[in-house]
C-alpha cells in the first residue's frame, strides 16, 4: 500500500497540474520532478521518507500521468520551468530545493538558474546534458516504440520488462481506453521520438543546459547511478567543471536511483539536505 499523502491540482498557463503532498512544514520544502518514463507516483515512498522532516510534494509535469496534455503541444524548457515556479507559488513557498530526474533536471536547472532567490539546493538525479549513446538510444527505441493500446496491463508489463511486483505501479501508470489501456503521457513525446529514429537528429531545446549550470548559485547535487546507461562516468569531469558548487554522488543503481535504492538514495538526499540547511542558516545571520 501506498504511504499516505494528499493530492491537489492547480492551473499553470495551459493546463491543469497535479501534484501529490507529504509531511509537514519544518525544514526547507522539497519539490520532486519526475523523468520521462515516470511520473510522481514513483515517488511516493521516498517522499514519505523524507517528509519526516520537511513538505515534499511530487508533481505530475504537464503531459503525464494525472497532469493535463498541452493542447498546444508546449512542452519546452522555460514553460515546464514556469510550471515549476507556479507550483511553489501556489504551495506558497518562497523558497525550495528543487529534485529533477532525468528530463526534469533541465526545467529544474532553468528555474535555479533564473529565479536564484526560489531556489536554496538543486539536486539533478541520474541527470546531465550529454545523455551516454546506449541509455538514449535505450529510451528513443522504447518510447517510439509505445503500442496507442496494450490489450492488457499484463502486456504492458512485459513491453516495459516490469516483474509481477510492479503490477500496483502499472495499474497507475495506464488508463482505460477502447481496447486496453494507454500510457499517462502525452502521445507527443512519442512522436519526438519516432522522429528521431527516422531522421537521426534529436529535437532542438532551444536552451544552452551546460551554460544553465554554470549559472545556478546555490548547492546543486548531482546523484549518478553507477550503472546508469544515461549518465556516463566521463561525463562526472565534465558536471564538477560546470560549476564549482556541484558535488557528484555515485548511488548503487540504474537510471531510476530513488525506486533501486531507495536508501542509497535517501542517505545521499538527507546528507545533501543537511548541507543546505547549514548554508541557509548562515546566510540568515
Not at 515549476?84 to 532525468?102: C, E, F, M, P, R
Not at 538510444?137 to 499484463?154: C, H, L, N
Not at 553507477?226 to 560549476?243: C, G, I, Q, W
Not at 536511483?257 to 535517501?266: K, Q, S
Request: net charge positive.
Amino acid at each position: 500500500m501506498a504511504a499516505p499523502h494528499q493530492t491537489g491540482s492547480f492551473r499553470s498557463s495551459d493546463v491543469k497540474l497535479f501534484y501529490r503532498r507529504f509531511g509537514k512544514r519544518g525544514g526547507i520544502p522539497l519539490a520532486v520532478l519526475h523523468g520521462m518514463s515516470y511520473f510522481s507516483y514513483d515517488w511516493i515512498e521516498v517522499a514519505h521518507a523524507l517528509g519526516a522532516g520537511r513538505e515534499v510534494v511530487c508533481m505530475d509535469v504537464r503531459g503525464f500521468g494525472e497532469s493535463e496534455w498541452s493542447a498546444a503541444r508546449d512542452y519546452a524548457v522555460p514553460t515546464q520551468a514556469r510550471d515549476i515556479a507556479n507550483l511553489l507559488d501556489h504551495l506558497g513557498w518562497k523558497t525550495a530545493v528543487l529534485v529533477g530526474h532525468s528530463m526534469s533536471g533541465r526545467s529544474t536547472t532553468f528555474v535555479a538558474a533564473k529565479h536564484p532567490a526560489r531556489v536554496a539546493g538543486l539536486a539533478l538525479i541520474d541527470y546531465s546534458p550529454d545523455m551516454a549513446p546506449a541509455g538514449g538510444k535505450r529510451v528513443t527505441q522504447t518510447v517510439a516504440g509505445t503500442p496507442d493500446v496494450f490489450a492488457s496491463i499484463e502486456e504492458a508489463m512485459k513491453y516495459f520488462g516490469a516483474g509481477a511486483g510492479q503490477r500496483a505501479r502499472y495499474e497507475a501508470y495506464l488508463k482505460p481506453v477502447p481496447g486496453g489501456f494507454a500510457v499517462k503521457r502525452d502521445t507527443h513525446f512519442r512522436d519526438q521520438f519516432r522522429k528521431v529514429l527516422e531522421t537521426g537528429e534529436r529535437p532542438k531545446l532551444g536552451v544552452d543546459m551546460w551554460q544553465l549550470i554554470g549559472e545556478v548559485r546555490c548547492p546543486i547535487l548531482s546523484m549518478r547511478g553507477a550503472r546508469s546507461d544515461l549518465y556516463a562516468p566521463e561525463t562526472v569531469a565534465k558536471m564538477k567543471a560546470a560549476n564549482p558548487r556541484v558535488s557528484v554522488v555515485e548511488v548503487d543503481a540504474g537510471h531510476h536511483i530513488a525506486g533501486e535504492n531507495p536508501e542509497g538514495f535517501l542517505g545521499a538526499m538527507r546528507s545533501f539536505l543537511g548541507v543546505v540547511e547549514e548554508k541557509s542558516h548562515e546566510q540568515a545571520a
